[in-house]
């Protein structure tokens, strides 16, 4: 199980305690103001009282209701059973859903998804159990708000497994909240020399050099948590609202595909776009068409001589490159000089090197993205400058 309560900060409880939104009613209520700032003192065992008292007097308070969930799941780090601690992690789920249904109006879906419905069981961070012991008192201590002794738990279990990589990113985050900012930097930095292909450092890292007004320093952290791991939400919700910070919007070139290929049992389907065919002698529909039988010649022999340890086909990013390079191929050929808009982006990212960054980043489905790790290994370079060169510039236009 994703570690949900890390999760939960610094972004998203960070964001609840700069923009409680509030209803008319609960807005001059003594006892509410009271409740976010021993939360943002990171006095969660006494907030944590106050916010069961604020949920029975304002049920429908979306900013009460979702706080309430992420403070007992705060309070499941620090619980003595097994059971009590699944059944904190149920609740502040069914309370952080209940956030939702009620407008919340920040982005608690990934979290949610990070807990399963029946609250889970207890996550194990090492296979050594003085190590699991280590980070459990920590995880303990900081639901507690007691930050020296959760710096000193993690301390330890860093200590008896230096390739931890929970115990340099949390770490960082007790810094983070603590609002030692550059003693968080350092750590988060540790965190991944540890393990630079997760995402999670570098996106703590930016949120955390967003507090000290250093957004664009922060934006190259969250580029980095994105080319990491594009494909999760969280690291892609953290780029997302950088550049919704810095009014940029952000974007994948827009390229259109007249043209798909689609394996059904032994055979391949094609299905063509009948726009592609009214223009007579139109070179953009003779490139599409090139393109089409291309993959479909993937699907049916070339995808095993490409893959020759997969027993099933799948979509590859080998197929999807070759696909569009025998387009372009044929382009050249006929010496096009007016191909259609989308096969000039084509051309361009092709020219640039940038074609397989494209096709990983904005282009993938299960069968694409299982090959993002094996390019990812020596391809970074290109994953980066793909991302500032089309991305932050809303597509490249």
């Given at each position: 199980m994703p570690n949900l309560y890390k999760l939960l900060k610094p972004g998203i409880l960070v964001l609840l305690l700069l923009a409680p939104f509030e209803t008319t009613r609960a807005q001059d209520d003594p006892d509410r103001r009271r409740a976010f700032q021993l939360l943002k003192d990171a006095k969660y065992p006494?907030?944590?009282?106050?916010?069961?008292?604020?949920?029975?007097?304002?049920?429908?308070?979306?900013?009460?209701?979702?706080?309430?969930?992420?403070?007992?799941?705060?309070?499941?780090?620090?619980l003595p059973t097994a059971t009590e601690r699944k059944q904190a992690r149920k609740r502040a789920r069914d309370l952080l859903m209940k956030a939702v249904q009620l407008g919340s109006p920040n982005p608690l879906n990934a979290l949610i998804e990070g807990i399963p419905a029946d609250g889970g069981d207890d996550q194990n961070f090492s296979?050594?159990?003085?190590?699991?012991?280590?980070?459990?008192?920590?995880?303990?201590?900081?639901?507690?708000?007691?930050?020296?002794?959760?710096?000193?738990?993690?301390?330890?279990?860093?200590l008896l497994d230096p390739k931890l990589y929970e115990a340099a990113l949390f770490i960082g985050d007790v810094y983070y909240k603590s609002a030692e900012q550059i003693k968080a930097g350092e750590w988060f930095a540790r965190a991944i020399q540890i393990n630079p292909d997760r995402e999670t450092a570098y996106r703590y890292w930016g949120d955390s050099l967003i507090t000290q007004g250093k957004v664009t320093e922060a934006g190259d952290k969250f580029v980095e948590a994105y080319i990491a791991e594009p494909y999760s939400r969280l690291a892609r919700a953290g780029i997302i609202k950088w550049g919704e910070r810095l009014n940029t919007r952000l974007a994948h070139p827009r390229v259109e595909f007249p043209a798909s290929v689609n394996k059904k049992g032994e055979g391949t389907n094609i299905t063509l776009d009948p726009k592609m065919f009214e223009k007579d002698n139109d070179p953009s529909s003779a490139a599409w068409l090139i393109y089409s039988l291309t993959r479909a010649s993937w699907s049916t022999t070339e995808f095993a001589k490409q893959y020759p340890n997969e027993k099933a086909y799948r979509h590859s990013l080998k197929e999807e490159a070759a696909s569009i390079r025998a387009a372009l191929k044929l382009l050249d050929e006929k010496k096009a000089t007016n191909p259609d808009r989308s096969l000039q982006i084509l051309k361009k990212l092709d020219k640039d090197g940038l074609l397989e960054a494209f096709i990983l980043l904005a282009m993938p489905d299960a069968g694409i993205a299982a090959d993002f790790a094996d390019y990812r290994k020596t391809n970074v370079a290109e994953l980066r400058r793909y991302v500032k060169q089309y991305v932050l510039t809303g597509g490249g236009q």
């Open positions: 006494e907030s944590l009282a106050l916010f069961e008292k604020l949920a029975v007097t304002y049920p429908q308070d979306a900013a009460v209701i979702e706080n309430l969930g992420v403070l007992v799941f705060h309070q499941a780090a620090y296979p050594r159990k003085e190590v699991d012991d280590a980070m459990r008192e920590g995880e303990a201590a900081f639901g507690k708000g007691e930050f020296p002794k959760a710096v000193e738990m993690y301390q330890r279990a860093l």
